[in-house]
């Protein structure tokens, strides 16, 4: 069963110094080439989307074990390190870099002859992704990093991180193709962050319905649903309230992106994933829908947030000790020699990286 909770994630001023990101650069890379050699890339995309793997292996690194940096600087190492591989890419990163993943994939594909099917897929899972964890969920977090990790074979994990101006705080969010069986029902693999009072969580398995009607809305016509959203924005009286108590309160979007609403009744999609593929479908319109549905025809979607936590130890910081360059120059040079003697020898070489196993507790 899945494990839940939560972790914080605060922002920390400044960069990773140069000698530690290229040390962490060199690590990452020694670490990829033993375990794609020994498991595979499927396997290592897989547990790069997965929140307790991710978390060691950033810490192992030597990165933060609670900084919203830990997802984007071992992130950046992964790219860095990626660079020039055939089997294994990645495309995307942190503020404008991210607008770029795009056009990266195209020049990924185009250096490793990809197909033109399967750039046209990559590009669509990046825009998914993007658009379910900034539209679908709603905390409070605005996506500021997204990164993109494949492979050949079409095995794919996607790392992305939001910000929360009121807290300053981050949330990770990711996901796994071998993992994923809907774009728009559960589809993470783990995320990551502060919990928060009030989230709408369009992803959620008990929002199904309100999933159908915000189809059902947009495809009945823009006109009638103008009026029903009008209605809701005039408020409500509850029986709570009258009580005394504090009713939840459902706040509706100051503007509605109509425009995007237009095209979508006109496209008629066939499901919540069209819909929300559909450009200029937003925040805006998804909390329209979700609130139009719960409060006209009372459909209600979930409210709770989604969020899952990771644990990790270590960092730059000196938590729970400052990092020894020492000892990451050995751990490279120890890394590659394993990879080195694999490759010569096959895999019964890989008894060298055993040793490495046997130096850590069993139950780490």
């Not at 939560?6 to 020694?30: C, E, S, Y």
């Not at 990829?32 to 950033?58: C, H, I, K, N």
């Not at 990266?104 to 002859?113: K, R």
């Not at 016509?221 to 103008?226: A, K």
Request: proline fraction near 4%; charged fraction near 25%.
């Amino acid at each position: 069963m899945a494990r839940t909770g939560i972790t914080d994630l605060p922002l920390h001023n400044g960069t990773a110094p140069r000698w530690l990101f290229n040390q962490m650069v060199k690590l990452a890379g020694a670490i990829t080439d033993v375990m794609v050699l020994e498991r595979g890339s499927e396997e290592y995309l897989r547990r790069l989307a997965d929140p307790f793997w991710f978390q060691a292996f950033s810490c192992v690194l030597g990165f933060d074990w609670h900084s919203s940096g830990t997802t984007t600087v071992t992130c950046g190492a992964l790219k860095k390190a990626f660079e020039g591989r055939k089997d294994l890419a990645v495309v995307g990163g942190k503020g404008k870099v991210s607008l770029r993943t795009p056009e990266e994939i195209a020049e990924v594909a185009e250096l490793n002859d990809i197909s033109e099917e399967f750039e046209r897929q990559l590009v669509y899972i990046s825009r998914m992704c993007a658009k379910v964890d900034n539209a679908a969920i709603q905390s409070g977090h605005r996506l500021y990093h997204h990164a993109l990790l494949f492979d050949r074979e079409g095995h794919w994990t996607v790392v992305q991180q939001g910000m929360s101006d009121a807290t300053g705080y981050a949330r990770r969010y990711q996901w796994c193709s071998s993992e994923l069986r809907h774009f728009v029902e559960e589809p993470h693999t783990a995320i990551l962050g502060s919990r928060v009072e009030e989230a709408l969580d369009m992803t959620a398995s008990s929002s199904e319905g309100s999933r159908k009607l915000a189809v059902d809305l947009v495809n009945d016509g823009i006109d009638h649903l103008r009026n029903d959203i009008v209605v809701v924005e005039k408020g409500q009286t509850t029986l709570d309230e009258w009580c005394g108590l504090r009713p939840k309160k459902l706040h509706m979007p100051r503007t509605v992106n109509w425009r995007a609403l237009r095209a979508a009744y006109e496209f008629q999609p066939q499901d919540y994933e069209e819909l929300l593929a559909i450009r200029g479908v937003g925040p805006s319109a998804v909390r329209a829908l979700a609130l139009a549905g719960e409060l006209v025809y009372g459909e209600e979607p979930s409210w709770r947030d989604p969020v899952k936590y990771t644990f990790a130890v270590g960092g730059k910081d000196g938590v729970p000790f400052p990092v020894d360059r020492r000892a990451m120059d050995e751990a490279v040079r120890y890394l590659e020699m394993g990879v080195e003697e694999a490759k010569l020898k096959k895999r019964e070489k890989l008894e060298a990286m055993q040793r490495l196993r046997a130096m850590v507790p069993p139950d780490a």
